[in-house]
């Protein structure tokens, strides 16, 4: 069963960000006004993009789990950009909430959906793709359920281990 929010809760991601292809380069603010672009990362870092809405419930529940793969990975050359498709009308609580959940990674405001439009044109919440270290996308993930951040754990470990120059990452674990 899969666990979203959003129009196209069943439908696919859509979009341009189909596996293989060279994911689109974008420039964002975060909640506290910094400008953050995607390609900084190209041949440097494995990049996780996560469409995610205040509003959502599943994407909540999958906060805590992205926070821990982050603080796991970032020395490995990872990254995650939490991309708030909150509206005028709730962008004010995207700041509060990642505060109050404990989020260190950034959190991006797309007000005008000009990058959910590019990834996510459904507007599936939430909605994972992840970008190997070549700026290619290699997976995009719907929805989240209990459980699902284990087999992203897994690709992610297998990504940051196959450019890292540091030691290889850690076996992935089983999240209770």
């Known amino acids: 069963m899969l ?13 341009r960000s189909a596996a293989g292809a060279q994911a ?7 909640y506290e006004g910094r400008q953050v ?9 494995v990049v996780l993009l996560d469409f995610w809405a205040t509003w959502c419930v599943p994407c909540e529940a999958e906060m805590p789990h992205l926070e821990r793969l982050y603080q796991r990975y970032r020395d490995q050359g990872f990254v995650i ?10 962008v004010a609580s995207v700041g509060p909430l990642a505060r109050r959940l404990g989020v260190t990674f950034p959190v991006l405001l797309d007000e005008e959906t000009r990058v959910t439009a590019i990834y996510n ?4 919440a939430p909605l994972s793709v992840l970008i190997d270290r070549q700026g290619r996308i290699v997976k995009t993930h719907q929805g989240y359920v209990a459980g699902d951040e284990v ?3 897994r690709e992610i470990a297998a990504l940051v281990g ?3 120059t540091a030691a290889p990452a850690p076996a992935p ?3 209770k």
């Open 173 to 175: 674990s089983a999240v």
């Open 3 to 15: 666990a979203a929010c959003g129009p196209a809760a069943t439908g696919g991601g859509g979009g």
């Open 162 to 164: 196959a450019g890292a």
């Open 24 to 30: 689109p380069d974008f420039t964002l603010r975060d």
């Open 121 to 124: 044109p459904h507007r599936t």
């Open 81 to 90: 950009y939490a991309v708030a498709m909150d509206g005028p009308e709730t």
């Open 37 to 45: 672009s995607l390609a900084e990362h190209f041949g440097k870092r």
């Open 151 to 153: 087999t992203l754990e």
